[in-house]
């Protein structure tokens, strides 16, 4: 994990200024773990820029592991963005019964207005649905997780003794 000194440093981070000196912004423990997991699943989800300042915020709003939340969003990267988008588009179009349409990406501002109208509305209700899901499952997984390592190591004390 980076320092906090680092990501309290960074160019994109200081608008938070004093925000980012909350102890639980950088304490890894029961509580925020699992949120920080839920924030960073929820925004890698999310298609828009700087989704790392906006992890970031939430981070902060949720008082949960800012370092873990804003690593998350890279889930969203250059090589899985297009296939996680295409499921979202045919999720979106899923729930609102929508047949899926053909259609050629094109990485234009007009394209993308175009686009606003057709597949916009399944695409974005799929993202929705998608951080939704993700973030929820994320933030269980994790809590049971580390629930269970707990237990784990409870019970392997009390056989030593």
């Known amino acids: 994990m980076p320092k906090p000194e680092t990501l309290r440093n960074h160019k994109h981070l200081q608008m938070f200024g004093k925000l980012l000196h909350k102890p639980n912004l950088w304490a890894l423990n029961r509580r925020s ?24 915020a939430l981070a902060i709003i949720f008082n949960c592991n800012l370092p873990i939340a ?30 899926p349409q053909e259609f050629t990406f094109q990485a234009s501002w007009q394209w993308i207005e175009a686009s606003l109208s057709t597949i916009g509305p399944p695409f974005l209700l799929g993202c929705l649905a998608f951080a939704i899901i993700f973030a929820t499952v994320g933030y269980f997984v994790v809590h049971n997780l580390w629930k269970y390592s ?10 030593q003794y």
């Open 33 to 56: 773990a699992p949120m920080a997991f839920a924030v960073g699943l929820f925004v890698a989800w999310i298609p828009m820029p700087f989704q790392m300042v906006f992890a970031a």
């Open 70 to 99: 804003v690593a998350l969003v890279w889930v969203t990267n250059p090589v899985t963005m297009p296939f996680m988008f295409y499921a979202a588009y045919l999720f979106g179009a899923k729930l609102l019964s929508h047949p």
């Open 150 to 159: 707990i237990l784990f190591k409870w019970k392997r004390k009390k056989r």
